[in-house]
């Protein structure tokens, strides 16, 4: 079982910066991909990013191309999300999640069926 905690959410103002962390831990190895998604109030969970881990290789959600990072730490198994220029429709819980291997592409690792594990959620709220 892989548990997955987030950390580095908060409240800032439009323009700021955030840096949210994931560390993996309980699995064997390490995993094939991992992604953030984001939840507002009343709407679905939608995909941010996600990273092929033995690469590097991102891919981003239209919407935060540009302005979002994500990167991966081998040696710790912890997964970044750099988001700048933060606006309010970046408020959200955001979540990070652990693939097994579901295709080559990263691509399929925009949809949350990809997934096996998911944390708890970090709370980021961008104030304009």
């Known amino acids: 079982q892989v548990q997955l905690v987030e950390s580095g959410g908060g409240s800032v103002q439009a323009g700021d910066s955030l840096r949210l962390s994931c560390a993996a831990s309980g699995g064997i190895g390490s995993p094939y991909a991992m992604g953030w998604f984001r939840q507002a109030p009343g709407k679905e969970r939608e995909f941010v990013a996600a990273?092929?881990?033995?690469?590097?290789?991102?891919y981003y959600a239209h919407s935060v191309r540009l302005r979002f990072t994500i990167s991966r730490d081998n040696t710790k198994n912890t997964v970044f999300l750099q988001m700048n220029s933060l606006t309010s429709e970046d408020t959200a819980v955001y979540y990070c999640?652990?693939?097994?291997?579901?295709?080559?592409?990263?691509?399929?690792?925009?949809?949350?069926?990809?997934?096996?594990?998911w944390g708890q959620g970090t709370q980021v709220t961008v104030s304009s």
């Open positions: 999640a652990s693939a097994r291997p579901s295709g080559f592409s990263v691509y399929v690792y925009s949809s949350l069926n990809a997934y096996d594990f």
């Open positions: 990273i092929r881990w033995s690469d590097g290789y991102a």
